[in-house]
């Protein structure tokens, strides 16, 4: 059974510019979380997915920041016109109904 | 405010010596707290979950204690391997199914040096 699943692992992007960041959970599982992590800071929730619904985004910034679990295919959290400070590591995590199991992460850098 | 605060920020051992990490929250109520290990350039893996009720929980040479009158919990390591090296960071989990369900410490970066 494979873990959950992040590419690209690294990401660069020019200021402006779109990030899609693809997530692919474990196999049976329904709930996917996305979260990120700033340099020498902890993770902090963004939005909590499940098939086709978005259950809880609390965490999301308002503007430019986007996310989606398709019924076919892996989650998309999506970063439109990204900017300095959108420069971190986003984390996925996925579940059945209890522990989540996170994936490797995708590390975004914009210049 | 719900928060998970971490001691030290980071740590240096020589290889083969133990070491006690520390966690102290105010997330109330929790339903369980977990200590995860992150190799650099990975997702969190858990080590130990502990509900309220207990007290400590094993895992190898992992060893997880939890005080929830004080609110504190520590993580020892016993006898460090060189891979031990990576961040341990104390997670607390509140009793919903909310998004953020989980609250974050910042993480104790361990260096274990041959």
């Known amino acids: ?111 | 405010k719900n928060q998970v605060e971490q001691s030290p920020q980071s740590l240096i051992i020589l290889e083969g010596k133990n070491c006690t990490l520390q966690c102290n929250y105010t997330v109330s109520p929790f339903s369980n707290l977990r200590w995860y290990k992150q190799d650099t350039g990975r997702g969190p893996v858990s080590l130990t979950i502990m509900t309220f009720s207990e007290n400590t929980k094993s895992n190898g040479r992992y060893t997880a204690t939890l005080d929830a009158d004080t609110k504190q919990s520590s993580l020892h390591i016993t006898a460090s391997q060189l891979s031990d090296s990576a961040s341990y960071i104390c997670v607390v989990r509140k009793p919903n199914n909310a998004g953020n369900m989980l609250t974050f410490g910042g993480g104790t970066r361990l260096m274990v040096k041959p």
Request: proline letters at 6%.
């Open chain 1, 1 to 111: 059974n494979a873990g959950v699943m992040q590419n690209p692992r690294h990401l660069v992007r020019r200021r402006g510019q779109e990030a899609r960041l693809r997530c692919s959970p474990m196999k049976g599982h329904s709930h996917v979380y996305w979260y990120r992590q700033l340099p020498e800071e902890g993770l902090k929730f963004m939005v909590y997915l499940q098939k086709e619904n978005i259950i809880d985004e609390s965490g999301m910034p308002k503007e430019r920041f986007s996310a989606e679990f398709p019924k076919e295919g892996p989650s998309i959290l999506r970063i439109q016109q990204v900017v300095r400070g959108d420069s971190a590591a986003y984390f996925c995590a996925s579940s059945r109904s209890g522990e989540q199991y996170f994936g490797p992460g995708t590390r975004l850098t914009v210049t």
